[in-house]
């Protein structure tokens, strides 16, 4: 059974940081890409960013520029460097876990964790 836990969330001023993690363990194969995604309220769940464990990373166009994906294949954990955050970053982050890309057997997701962007 792989288990997602994620870290890091919470609430920021626009223009802050924030840094989100995500560990994944159990796995009994390999976990060849870890990513993010959110859900704002009353809106559909949307890509963030996810990254390969050979190295491909793509973004959303809404945070290019902004937000890093990293990730530590050894641990099986990415992270989630968020800059210059907006108001309209606000939303439940879902970690996200596939064996492949394409077709995947496995699909898994973290228990989420909320971003508030607010003065």
């Known amino acids: 059974q792989v288990q997602l836990v994620e870290s890091g969330g919470g609430l920021v001023q626009p223009g802050g940081s924030l840094r989100l993690s995500c560990a994944a363990s159990g796995s009994s194969f390999s976990i060849r890409v870890m990513g993010w995604y959110r859900q704002a309220p009353g809106k559909e769940r949307e890509l963030v960013a996810y990254m390969t464990s050979g190295g491909i990373k793509k973004y959303a166009d809404s945070v290019k520029g902004r937000f890093t994906i990293s990730r530590d294949n050894a641990k099986n954990t990415v992270y989630l460097q968020m800059d210059s955050l907006k108001p309209e970053d606000t939303a439940v982050y879902y970690c996200?876990?596939?064996?492949?890309?394409?077709?995947?057997?496995?699909?898994?997701w973290g228990q989420g964790t909320q971003v508030t962007v607010s003065s």
């Open positions: 996200n876990a596939k064996d492949y890309i394409i077709s995947p057997r496995y699909n898994g």
